[in-house]
Structure formats: structure tokens, C-alpha cells
């Protein structure tokens, strides 16, 4: 049996006994060549197969091990990806694709294994095929324009279907930032007194209407109407009911999402730990090595029966009867969605993560533990909350109290989601229409309105799956694309575009507008869906793109002039031969370089001063610096004379208690300074 990866291997012969082999074939083993396009225009679009290079031992020993064999079974990951594997794999053994020799499982557990033997397939050709137009379409357009941007712009720079897109979209949002005009507006806050209770209103509007206030003089004019001696008439109390219903379990994309929100993880990670819990974990002598989720790669929402029964099971046992739901739930997929596999949930519910903390690492207790939550939520009961609205008045001035109190966890008892937590109770008090209630405190408040925010890579890949663009496999590799090329960078958690980003954006927006053509690019993953259902054919489809693209393509190369990314004058001199230093653009961004280059290889990483004195030698300045992971931290400009460095933003001053210097740390809520060596700190704006 073959299956792409060992730890897979090991899982599943323990699971299949002494009379099965299972081998890993490391991935894929042939693709298309990398010296050259590898394609035949003329010819059908047929692509040129070659081995992959450093995969000859491989090959060999699946030669071997098959010889030895009276049966192969190929048992790659159930997607277009993994039919693709089986199928190169098969013609590199010289099977027969008509027997029935591939068995596909979507979990990695004793009984679904040894479940998928019993009806064992032929390799689906419509999944081969619509894996196969992908890559030859990827192939034709990376291929065809990275020359161009090498020739044009700047050696080692590459252009693709998805990737392109998701830069657009970066581009786009930091166009419309820069765009933002912020518009003043106002709010006024204020504490009623009932009784013994107070409560907080805001200002609703005027003489029944809902009104905005969109300047000091309109919130002095309001407050002028507000007699301080009179009470407000409770005019209206509302109170409902109101449900709120678990989310559906993971797909990969709202995975990748979460993860980034809740755990901090890039979608690279987050992917690579499911994968591990996916492919098996030892858990000892008991239950062995087992898979502890379901393929992570889906974008469909389903659930099946028997994990339905088992999680209903499961909470009438664990939190009672009123937690889990009578009726079947029934989840809308994403318009698009392929629907092949289940949603990603345990392979057993029963297998709670504290069962498993002292067995998994750190990460991946915590991502297990979010699609466990998350898979069992989705089986309870909506939540419960007891709603308030009370309005109340004043000489036309009309202020309005919303409060909210859970009255019932029912999913919330497991999971919360991000948004969910930030929601705390409001508890009015018991006011009824007619009563009066006296004005305490009026905190009238400037604001303006805000900017769209940067995409995260939590808010970029929404952005692709809601747009159709690209499938659940690429958003990971697309984002690492964009990052490896320095098209953008990460300020924090957001993404900004790069000056070499742009540059390639308007390249493609003004010579190849379809490749960033959002519904054109959708409309194609359509119709790979399409292939993969028997309805098209492959070499249509790639034709059907390519025709339009092979006209603009010859535009280009006659019509693009070679850009210039010139250089800046730095403003010091070189401290080897004393030429000029200039900045360059490189592969991680800009640097000092000496502009008598290559006959001086003198250069430096440009560094940003914060305007502090180092702390610890009193002589350097303390410069902003990055470390391999991407994250800030402060250091000595002195170093390696100075070996000062703090994660924490040093504020120039001592703390008052002992003598310490200060930092600038981020806080649940905003900002502090504080001490690192004490309990001192003090609220930023001071």
C-alpha cells in the first residue's frame, strides 16, 4: 500500500496487520520540469512528465517493495491532489488504471481503514484531469510572465493565478486607506439614576427619530434641551428573547481563520500541525498510533451520521439532555464549495483533549482542542440570552439602554468563538414604561471614522474563499508566495504592500487584466469543478483561458519598458572606500549599499532609531530590529559591544520605584508603561 507520508505509512500498517507494506512516496514524484515550460502548446496542452529530482531512491524502492507484492493499493489523500500522486505513481509501477486498486478514507482510524479496503476503486480520471488542467494553466501563465518580470523589473520575481489576486486585494485595501477622508462625529454617554440602580444610556435622537450628531455645537444643542431638575420618562421597555445558534464545524478555510485569530498561528502552521494530527499520533499502548481528525482539506460543512450520533451521545452524557439538540442541523456550504469530504471534526469524540494534553506538544493540544470545541458546539443547543431596550426622554431628547443576560450557556458551555468572547453581560435594572429616572453624568465623546482595516492573513484568505478564488489547498502556499517574493510585508499582523509589489501589480493590472480579474479567476475554479464531474473537458478549458492570455501576452513583451527601481542616495558615505551609500531594493526589502557595488561589497541593513539612549551602556541608541521569525525587539546600536535587547519598546525614562528602566508594553485593551523588574506602571497617556 502507498500513501504520500511515513508517519501515514506507520499509522496504517499497524491498523492493516502482517500481510500489508505500506511505503510513502514522499509526495508527488513526477512533475512537470522546472529548467523549462514543460508544456505542449501545439500538442493538446499535453504536459511533459518528468521524475522529480532527488526522488530516484524513492522510485526505486516503490519498484521494489511492488515487485514483491501480489498487490498494490494506492492510498494517497482523497482530493484532486492525491488521485493526481496515485495516478503518477501507477504509471511509474506500470499498474493498470482500470483495476481497482485505489482506496480513499477520510479519517485515519482502524475501522475506516480497514472499512475502505472492502470496496476499493479505479483512479478517478476526472480528478486526475482537473488536477492536471490546474497545473498546466499554472504552469502556462507563471511560466510566461515571470520571464517578462525578470526581463522588465527585477531576477527572481514570479507572477500566478491566485497569488496575483491576493496581492490585488492587498493593494486594493491600502488604496483605499490612503483614500479615507475621517469624518467627525459625536456620541454622548450617560448614567441614569433609578432608584438605588444606575445604568448607562447613549443619545438615541430627537422627538421620536433617530438622529446622528456630527459636531460639537449639534451635542451642545442637545445637551441645552436636557433639563438636570427633571427626571426622563421611561417611555418604552422591550424585552425579548433572543437565540443565538452554534457555528457550523470547521472548514479549512474558517480553520485557518480561527486559528490565526484565537491562537496566533499563520495559515502555513496551522496546516502543518493539522496534517500531524491528521496522519496519526502514538497514544500509547492502548490505542496506538491513531489519526485524530478528519482531512483537513474541505470546504464542505457536512458531518456524518455516525459522528452525529456519537456527539449527541456524548453530551447527553456529558452536560445533559437540554445541551444537545433534538433536530438535525443542516449547514449551508459556501456557493462553490466541492463538498467531497466531511467538515474537519475528531475521528472521535469521545477523545477529549484533556485526555490527550500530556501526549500532544503544546500547539498541538491547542489547535486539537479548537476543533473539538468547535465540532461539538456545533452539535448543542443555541445559547440563550434575555434582551432589554429601554428608551427614555426628555424634552424631545431621547436616550436609549440595551442590556443583555445570558440565561442559558447551551454551546457556549464548550466553545466560544473570538467575537463571542468579547460580549459580556449588560444587566439593567427593573425599569418599567412610566417610571422616571433621574440624569447623573453626561460624557459627550469625539470620534471619526475609521479607515478599512489591512488584511491579516485571517481576513485575506475570507477575502479569497468569499471572492471563489483559489481552492482550500492553496490559500496557505499562496500567502507564503506573496511574503516569499516581497510583494508584501508584515507590520504586525497586518499586511502592507511593498514598492516592488506595486510595481508587479500595475505590471499585471495594465497587460494581463484577466489573470486579476476576480470572476474571470472564479468562473475557472468552476469549471475545474466541472472537470472533475465528468462535465468538461480538460484540454477545453485550458485552451479557453489560455487563447485570450497568448494575445495578451504578445502585447506585453513588445509594449512593456524595462522599470527602474533606482536607487536613493542614503546620505553617508561608505566606511570602507568612502564612495556615496545608497538604498536598494533587495529580496527582504530595502538596505545600504555602497554605490561603487561590485567592486565594493560593503553593505547594512537599515536600521530605525526610536529616539532612546540605550539603557544599559548609555552610549548607543536603541534601534528597532527583526528577528528570524519576523518579530520586533529593541537592541543596542552598539552591539556587539553592547548586549542590550528587549521585546518591549523602551520609553527613555526610569521607573520611580527602583531604577529600571521602562518599557511600552501591549496590554488587554490598549497600551502601558510598566516596569519589567517590578509591579510600577502607569497608563500610556501620562
Known amino acids: 500500500m502507498i500513501v504520500e507520508s511515513p508517519s501515514k505509512a506507520k499509522t496504517i500498517e499497524k491498523y492493516l496487520g502482517r500481510n500489508y507494506h505500506v511505503v510513502a512516496s514522499l509526495g508527488h514524484v513526477r512533475d512537470l520540469p522546472k529548467s523549462q515550460m514543460g508544456v505542449d502548446i501545439e500538442h493538446d496542452y499535453e504536459p511533459k512528465y518528468i521524475s522529480i529530482r532527488g526522488k530516484g531512491p524513492v522510485i526505486k524502492d516503490l519498484k521494489k517493495e511492488a515487485k514483491k507484492a501480489k498487490r498494490v493499493y494506492l492510498a494517497a489523500d482523497p482530493d484532486r491532489e492525491g488521485e493526481a500522486i496515485a495516478w503518477h505513481v501507477s504509471h511509474l509501477l506500470g499498474l493498470n488504471d482500470d483495476d481497482k486498486n485505489r482506496v480513499v478514507f477520510n479519517e485515519i482510524t482502524k475501522d475506516t481503514v480497514k472499512q475502505a479496503f472492502k470496496s476499493p476503486r479505479s483512479i478517478d480520471m476526472n480528478l486526475v484531469d482537473a488536477q492536471q488542467a490546474r497545473r498546466v494553466l499554472d504552469r502556462l501563465v507563471g511560466y510566461s510572465i515571470s520571464p517578462i518580470l525578470w526581463a522588465k523589473v527585477k531576477k527572481g520575481l514570479s507572477a500566478g493565478r491566485v497569488q496575483s489576486i491576493a496581492l490585488k486585494l492587498v493593494i486594493e485595501r491600502e488604496n483605499d486607506i490612503k483614500k479615507?477622508?475621517?469624518?467627525?462625529?459625536?456620541?454622548?454617554?450617560?448614567?441614569?439614576?433609578?432608584?438605588?440602580?444606575?445604568?448607562?444610556?447613549?443619545?438615541?435622537?430627537?422627538?421620536?427619530?433617530?438622529?446622528?450628531?456630527?459636531?460639537?455645537?449639534?451635542?451642545?444643542?442637545?445637551?441645552?434641551?436636557?433639563?438636570?431638575?427633571?427626571?426622563?420618562?421611561?417611555?418604552?421597555?422591550?424585552?425579548?428573547?433572543?437565540?443565538?445558534?452554534?457555528?457550523?464545524?470547521?472548514?479549512?478555510?474558517?480553520?485557518?481563520?480561527?486559528?490565526?485569530?484565537?491562537?496566533?498561528?499563520?495559515?502555513?502552521?496551522?496546516?502543518?500541525?493539522?496534517?500531524?494530527?491528521?496522519?496519526g499520533i502514538n497514544l500509547g499502548r492502548k490505542e496506538g498510533t491513531v489519526g485524530l481528525i478528519t482531512y483537513m482539506r474541505t470546504d464542505s460543512k457536512r458531518i456524518s451520521k455516525v459522528a452525529e450520533a456519537d456527539a449527541s451521545k456524548f453530551i447527553h452524557e456529558e452536560y445533559g439532555e437540554p445541551y444537545a439538540i433534538i433536530k438535525e442541523r443542516k449547514d449551508k456550504n459556501q456557493e462553490g464549495a466541492q463538498d467531497a469530504h466531511e467538515a474537519i471534526r475528531p475521528s472521535s469524540v469521545f477523545r477529549t483533549p484533556a485526555s490527550l494534553k500530556d501526549i500532544l506538544s503544546r500547539d498541538q493540544f491547542r489547535l486539537y482542542s479548537l476543533i473539538w470545541s468547535r465540532f461539538v458546539a456545533s452539535q448543542m443547543t443555541p445559547a440563550i440570552f434575555d434582551t432589554m431596550t429601554v428608551d427614555l426622554s426628555q424634552n424631545g431628547v431621547m436616550f436609549r439602554a440595551n442590556g443583555s443576560k445570558i440565561k442559558f450557556e447551551g454551546y457556549r458551555k464548550v466553545y466560544q468563538s473570538a467575537s463571542d468572547k468579547s460580549k459580556k453581560d449588560n444587566i439593567l435594572p427593573d425599569l418599567a414604561e412610566g417610571d422616571g429616572a433621574k440624569l447623573q453624568k453626561n460624557d459627550p465623546a469625539q470620534h471619526f471614522t475609521q479607515p478599512p482595516a489591512r488584511f491579516t492573513e485571517a481576513s485575506?484568505?475570507?477575502?479569497?474563499?468569499?471572492?471563489?478564488?483559489?481552492?482550500?489547498?492553496?490559500?496557505?502556499?499562496?500567502?507564503?508566495?506573496?511574503?516569499?517574493?516581497?510583494?508584501?510585508?508584515?507590520?504586525?499582523?497586518?499586511?502592507?504592500?511593498?514598492?516592488?509589489?506595486?510595481?508587479?501589480?500595475?505590471?499585471?493590472?495594465?497587460?494581463?487584466?484577466?489573470i486579476v480579474n476576480i470572476d474571470f479567476t472564479a468562473h475557472l475554479e468552476d469549471e475545474l469543478d466541472n472537470i472533475e464531474e465528468g462535465n468538461e473537458n480538460w484540454v477545453k478549458v485550458v485552451d479557453q483561458y489560455y487563447k485570450p492570455f497568448e494575445k495578451e501576452l504578445k502585447s506585453a513583451e513588445d509594449k512593456i519598458e524595462k522599470v527602474q527601481i533606482k536607487d536613493e542616495p542614503a546620505g553617508m558615505d561608505c566606511d570602507i572606500c568612502g564612495a556615496p551609500m545608497v538604498i536598494k531594493m533587495g529580496r527582504y526589502g530595502k538596505f545600504y549599499a555602497c554605490s561603487r557595488f561590485p567592486e565594493c561589497r560593503n553593505t547594512k541593513p537599515i536600521v530605525k532609531e526610536i529616539g532612546v539612549i540605550c539603557p544599559k551602556c548609555k552610549k548607543g541608541q536603541v534601534i528597532e530590529r527583526k528577528s528570524k521569525k519576523n518579530r520586533i525587539f529593541y537592541g543596542c546600536s552598539r552591539y556587539p559591544d553592547c548586549d542590550f535587547v528587549s521585546w518591549d519598546k523602551p520609553i527613555g525614562r526610569d521607573c520611580p520605584k527602583d531604577g529600571h528602566f521602562l518599557v511600552e508594553k501591549k496590554v488587554k485593551g490598549g497600551r502601558q508603561v510598566i516596569c519589567p523588574n517590578g509591579d510600577y506602571e502607569e497608563d500610556i497617556q501620562k
Open 180 to 279: 479615507f477622508v475621517p469624518e467627525e462625529y459625536w456620541t454622548i454617554e450617560s448614567i441614569f439614576k433609578h432608584g438605588k440602580d444606575k445604568f448607562k444610556a447613549n443619545f438615541y435622537g430627537l422627538d421620536g427619530k433617530k438622529a446622528e450628531l456630527k459636531n460639537n455645537d449639534q451635542v451642545q444643542e442637545v445637551l441645552g434641551k436636557v433639563d438636570k431638575k427633571k427626571d426622563f420618562t421611561i417611555d418604552k421597555v422591550t424585552k425579548k428573547e433572543r437565540k443565538r445558534m452554534p457555528a457550523a464545524p470547521f472548514t479549512t478555510s474558517s480553520l485557518q481563520q480561527e486559528a490565526n485569530k484565537r491562537l496566533n498561528f499563520k495559515t502555513r502552521k496551522t496546516m502543518m500541525i493539522a496534517q500531524q494530527l491528521y496522519e
Open 460 to 514: 485575506l484568505v475570507k477575502a479569497l474563499e468569499e471572492n471563489g478564488v483559489g481552492r482550500p489547498s492553496t490559500y496557505a502556499p499562496t500567502i507564503d508566495t506573496i511574503q516569499r517574493r516581497y510583494y508584501v510585508k508584515l507590520n504586525g499582523k497586518s499586511f502592507e504592500p511593498t514598492e516592488l509589489g506595486e510595481i508587479v501589480d500595475n505590471l499585471i493590472q495594465a497587460y494581463f487584466p484577466d
